[in-house]
């Protein structure tokens, strides 16, 4: 029996892909190991959002040269790594997922532009009592920062009825926390006249004892569904965790970054709404500190931001250009500054919650990773 190691970066999405490489390889007589040693094949799932995880996985690669190994994920969309690592086995993008036996028995590179229907498929779980749980693939979006775009596409929705009995299934196997995750939450639906709470309304009718976690959504994607979400947020089932990356408080960044220029009231608006119905819930946000056009007095908005809204869980990322990306053209500014930001931003953070820490008991949730 030939031994694999898949080797994880980046997001909830890539873990459950990994997930489904590994039930993949599972029915088909592959056993799963934990560590690299001893493994036939290494699979690298790959991200490409930070330039810090490219130089790890470039490293990572490097070190294990003398193995098999083969690499998925969003780099592959973003670099050229089959000039880069010539001694690849083989390489495949996020749309070839399904394709992992045949990489393995024919040694080659499989990438392609349409996306794989992945939703029932027979997944090896990374976690003990979480499932997690791909609702879509891609987004609605073109942020300029955003490499997993250009790897992910736009959206593509799993229908409810298929996400429902993946629920079902996982909730049969005895997992209690199901995890709804994919690049943006928030238009779950659209592409297939439906939308989230429509979703949660379906998926918490299954019978068992489970709780649901929704992963990130766009604030502008809310407007509309904000009332009947927040409504569904009133299920037993559904955890009070909520996830809107801001990304920016200043409307002139949020301009250049293609994002929505309302993403800010729209936030703040929701941010009081969810805590006056759920006082004990948890908020959590991303923040780009250092983003090219970003001045003293943008980087003052997006404090003042967090200061007012002090969400639980702050993300914070300082900018790295990444490559073919819009942002990456654009004049960078000097690492110390975007240093020094991150840790103006950091240090609020760690001020502010200490107090939320004494007041709620946030527990788990809050030091688990988003
Ligand atoms: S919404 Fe923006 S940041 Fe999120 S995946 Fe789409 S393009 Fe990237």
Known sequence: MKKVFIKIYGCQANIADSETISGILKENNFEIIDNEKDADFIIINSCSVKNKTQSKIFDYIKKNKNKKIIVGGCLTKTVDLRKKF??????????????????????????????????LVPVGRAKKEIAIINISQGCLNNCSF?????????????????????????????????????????????????????LLQEISSVEGEF???????????????????LETYENKKIMKFIHIPIQSGSEKVL?????????????????????????????????????PIETEEDFKKTYELIS??????????????????????????????????????????????KKVEKRKSLGKLISEEI
Not at 92 to 105: A, P, R, Y
Not at 170 to 191: R, W
Not at 270 to 290: L, N, Y
């Open 146 to 198: 955003c490499a997993t775009k250009l790897a992910r596409g736009n959206l593509n929705s799993y229908r409810i009825g298929e996400i429902k009995r993946a629920i079902e299934n996982a909730v049969k196997e005895g997992y209690k926390g199901i995890y709804l995750t994919s690049q943006d939450n928030g238009c779950y639906g659209f592409d297939i006249i439906t939308n989230l709470p429509e």
């Open 211 to 229: 709780i649901i976690r929704l992963g990130m959504m766009n604030p502008w994607h809310l407007r509309e569904i904000f009332p009947k979400l």
């Open 86 to 119: 010539p001694e690849l086995y083989g390489i495949f993008d996020t749309n070839s997922i399904t394709q992992i036996l045949n990489i393995i028995k024919n040694k080659k590179d499989i990438f392609s532009d349409e996306k794989e229907n992945r939703i």
């Open 255 to 291: 301009r250049d970054m293609g994002r929505n220029e309302e993403s800010v009231k729209i936030f703040k608006k929701i941010i009081s709404e969810f805590r006056k119905k759920f006082p004990d819930g948890t908020i959590a946000t991303d923040v780009i500190v250092g983003y």
């Open 308 to 353: 007012e809204t002090k969400p639980e869980v702050l993300n914070i990322s300082k900018f790295s250009p990444r490559p073919k990306t819009r942002a990456s053209k654009l004049k960078q500014l000097p690492s110390e500054i975007i240093k020094k930001r991150a840790k103006v931003l950091n240090d609020l953070y760690k001020d502010y919650i």
